[in-house]
T-cell receptor, first 114, second 112 residues
Framework: DTEVTQTPKHLVMGMTNKKSLKCEQH?????MYWYKQKAKKPPELMFV???????INESVPSRFSPECPNSSLLNLHLHALQPEDSALYLC?????????????FGPGTRLTVL | DAKTTQPPSMDCAEGRAANLPCNHSTISGNEYVYWYRQIHSQGPQYIIH???NNETNEMASLIITEDRKSSTLILPHATLRDTAVYYC?????????????FGAGTRLFVKA
């Protein structure tokens, strides 16, 4: 099973709301990732968690706050977002083995900020 | 910055082989080449990866040149469902670990 699940599929929020995106995998992977993808652009890396510790933060604004409660779950907490933050947010996981490390992606959450 | 360059789009007739090129001239000795594809508004799907030998699986073949500066993904019998954006990726080593940096990708149109 190479499934990564993400909830919700769609989310509409106002600029003053607080919401969370959730990602789950049961493949025993020890690395998890958040990506942001704008329309007709490639995915951009936001955060990497390795063994439940934040290992890479690509200078993402603090209104995005990741959390990795355990090795199977990854959350992205959203607060005071801007309309330009509207995008497809993708979660991925991998074994965490370094240079040869296949990532498996979830279907994404389509976020609209009004 | 992405370490790969790909043509922005390609066409292929259904049933024919689709050959998607990728240049990665700055690749380092221990960096693998990965291919993913993304069908409209879905998450990227892993296809294949390799270091220096040619690789084949049930989805595709990967041909890597001897100097490792370029590679070609081959879909042997393209179908309409293979229409997607194909990303060639080299995972980059950083102080925090390995990063997957997507390039612009090739939009493949398979036509009946």
């Amino acid at each position: 099973d190479t499934e990564v699940t993400q909830t919700p599929k769609h989310l509409v929020m106002g600029m003053t709301n607080k919401k969370s995106l959730k990602c789950e995998q049961h493949m025993g992977h020890r690395a998890m990732y958040w990506y942001k993808q704008k329309a007709k652009k490639p995915p951009e890396l936001m955060f990497v968690y390795s063994y439940e510790k934040l290992s890479i933060n690509e200078s993402v604004p603090s209104r995005f706050s990741p959390e990795c409660p355990n090795s199977s779950l990854l959350n992205l907490h959203l607060h005071a977002l801007q309309p330009e933050d509207s995008a497809l947010y993708l979660c991925a996981s991998s074994q965490g083995r370094g240079s040869t490390d296949t990532q498996y992606f979830g279907p994404g959450t389509r976020l609209t900020v009004l | 910055d992405a370490k790969t360059t790909q043509p922005p789009s390609m066409d292929c007739a259904e049933g024919r082989a689709a050959n998607l090129p990728c240049n990665h001239s700055t690749i380092s000795g221990n960096e693998y080449v990965y291919w993913y594809r993304q069908i409209h508004s879905q998450g990227p799907q892993y296809i294949i990866h390799g270091l220096k030998n040619n690789e084949t699986n049930e989805m595709a073949s990967l041909i890597i040149t001897e100097d490792r500066k370029s590679s070609t993904l081959i879909l042997p019998h393209a179908t309409l469902r293979d229409t997607a954006v194909y990303y060639c990726i080299v995972r980059v080593a950083t102080t925090g670990g390995f990063k997957t940096i997507f390039g612009a990708g090739t939009r493949l149109f398979v036509k009946a």
